[in-house]
C-alpha cells in the first residue's frame, strides 16, 4: 500500500537520531518502515512554488517578481521549455539570488515527474523508482547551489524570505533523493527543510506559503501506522495531526501567491490517494485544470479521479485531451501518450465504456 511510503520516513529519522538504541527497537523499525519517500516527495512536491524574490526583512508576505510569475505561468500551463528560458533570464540578471536557481529546479522536476508517472496500485503518481540515474547529478548541483546561495544571505541578513529559500532549496534536494529511495539522505534535507520553513514562519506569519510544506509535514506524520507512530514517538521525532495538516493547506491555496498552485495539486492527491474521497479530489483539482488547460498532468490526474467516480465520459475526455495537448519535452509527451492509453484501458478492464 502506499501508506508504507509515509513509514519509511520514520525508519530513516529514527536511523539518524538514535543510532545507539538498543537492537529491539532496531528490529521495530526494519518491520514497519519499509519504502522511505513518498511522504517527502510530497512534502517537498508541493512546496515547489515557494521561490521568492530577495525582499524586505519586514513581515507581511513577499510579492514575486513579473518575469518570475511568467515563467511560472508557463510551467504550470505545461511548457517548461519556455518557463526556463525565463528563469535563466533570471539567474543571468541576479546570479547571486537564490531565486533563478529555484525556479530552474522547479522546471527540471516537473519534467522529472512526467517522465516518473505511472500506474501503481491503481493510481497515478511518480513512485518510487531507485536507483539515480545519470541526469539526476545536474539537478541535485542546483539544489546544492540554492541552499549554498541562501545560506550565505541568513549569514548576511536573515529573514523570512531568505529562510524560506534555505527551506526550498532542501525540500527540492529531498524530493529527488525519495524519488530514488535514498531512506536517510531524504530524511536528513527533510528535517533541515522543516527547520526553515518553521524559522520562516516565526519571522513572519503572514508568510502564508510557508503553510505548504508544513501542512503536509502534519498530514503526513499523522497517516503513519500506528507501530510507526510508537516508533516515531520513542525516537522524539515531532508528532503531526492530519486535520491541522489539511486546515493548514487550505490557508496555503486560499492566502498563498506562490504555493497555491503546488498545495492544490497534492492535496487532492492526498484526499484520492489517502482519503479515497475521490469527489474531494475532483473538487480540489478541476480549478487548476481550467485555469491551466494545457497541462497534461493536470488533465491524467482529473481523469484518474473521474475514473474512480465512474464518470467515464468525463475521463475519458481528459484522457484524450491529455493525449492531444502539445508537450516540447519529448520523453515527457510519451509518457502522457503511455499513461492516457493505460488510463483508458483501465476504464475498459473496470466495466466502464
Known sequence: MPSRGVDSLVFALSTKLAAGIKSKFSTIAENTCSIASIAIVALAGICMGMLLWPASAH??????????????????????????SKFEDIEKEHPDDALGYLLEADARWWQIYCQACEIKWNMLDAWPQPPR??????????????????????????SAAVELYAGMGWLLRARLLALREERLPTARAGVKARSHLMRSLMLDPDMADAYTGLGLYNYY??????????????????????????????????????????????????????????????EVITPLVMEYPQNPIFHLMLGDFQRELHQTELAQANFHTAEELPVSDAACAQRVHDLAEQAAALLTKSGQP
Open 59 to 84: 513581515a507581511g508576505g513577499l510579492a514575486l517578481p513579473p518575469a518570475a510569475q511568467q515563467g511560472l505561468n508557463l510551467l504550470y500551463n505545461g511548457q517548461p521549455e519556455e518557463a526556463l
Open 133 to 158: 540515474i545519470r541526469s539526476d547529478e545536474a539537478y541535485l548541483g542546483l539544489t546544492e547551489k540554492v541552499i549554498a546561495l541562501a545560506q550565505a544571505q541568513i549569514t548576511k541578513n536573515d
Open 221 to 282: 506524520v499523522d497517516t503513519l501506522s500506528g507501530m510507526a507512530k510508537a516508533l516515531r514517538f520513542l525516537m522524539g521525532i515531532p508528532g503531526g495531526d492530519k486535520h491541522e495538516g489539511i486546515r493548514q493547506l487550505h490557508i496555503a491555496i486560499e492566502r498563498g501567491t506562490l504555493t497555491r498552485v503546488e498545495a492544490s495539486f497534492y492535496l487532492a492527491k492526498n484526499l484520492r490517494i489517502y482519503e479515497h474521497d475521490f469527489s474531494g479530489a475532483v
